[in-house]
């Protein structure tokens, strides 16, 4: 429920190198996808690496959406994280 303005202007202020998104709902998909595309107009694609992550998000939603990965879980997502921050 975050608007895709909201998190452009949040990765602009903090300079985060990752984002995570999640969604439980299939309806999420197609925000996370907005949010992608909202990064990518604001020219900060390049620069931070997408994670989502919910209970229904599998290999065809990450390409639907645009993001580099996905996590099973919580844990997944937090040792991905530091994977890209290394």
Do not use: C, N
Not at 39 to 54: H, P, S
Request: no cysteine; aromatic share 4%; glycine share 10%.
């Amino acid at each position: 429920d975050v608007p895709k303005e909201q998190s452009v202007e949040a990765i602009k202020a903090s300079g985060a190198p990752v984002v995570a998104l999640s969604g439980f709902l299939t309806l999420a998909f197609d925000a996370m996808k907005d949010t992608v595309e909202a990064i990518k107009a604001a020219g900060l694609r390049d620069k931070v690496k997408i994670m989502i992550g919910g209970g229904q998000i599998d290999e065809e939603i990450r390409k639907h959406a645009g993001a580099d990965a996905y996590g099973r879980d919580a844990m997944a997502g937090v040792a991905l994280a530091k994977e890209w921050i290394k």
